[in-house]
């Protein structure tokens, strides 16, 4: 009986690291997807100047040439742009599924958090 006692356990220790390591898995999956998926925005079709959202907020593909942008404010350096560090394109939060301009800029630009 003793045996059957000990191999029960056995199993439940095994049960219980299973389940935390699938637990970390699944907790982990955003995280390893992320690479992938700013990958995937930086290949994505460019937001064009007839998109509606463009319209409404305002994007154009260089900061340069909007009147209401404050010097130096671009894609780049908002908030809200997942391109990599010196890409010229990118995902941004409020365009999902397409990308913008580093160079770009729109009315919803934030500045981006210091490290
Ligand atoms: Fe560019 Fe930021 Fe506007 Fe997105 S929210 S288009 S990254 S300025």
Redo the contacts with the bound molecule.
């Keep these: 009986m003793k045996n059957v006692k000990q191999i029960e356990q056995v199993i439940d220790k095994y049960r219980r690291h299973l389940l935390r390591n699938i637990a970390v898995g699944v907790a982990l999956l955003p995280i390893a997807r992320a690479p992938l998926e700013l990958a995937r925005a930086a290949d994505a079709p460019p937001?064009t100047a007839d998109d509606p959202n463009?319209k409404a907020?305002k994007?154009t593909a260089d900061?340069s040439k909007a009147p209401d942008a404050k010097p130096g404010?671009?894609?780049?350096n908002?908030?809200?742009?997942?391109?990599a560090a010196g890409s010229a394109q990118?995902g941004?939060?409020?365009?999902p599924g397409k990308s913008?301009?580093a160079a770009?800029?729109?009315?919803?630009?934030?500045a981006k958090a210091k490290a």
Aim: glycine residues 10%.
């Design positions: 937001v463009a907020l994007y900061a404010s671009k894609c780049d908002c908030q809200l742009y997942q391109g990118g941004c939060m409020l365009f913008v301009k770009g800029w729109c009315s919803s630009w934030t």
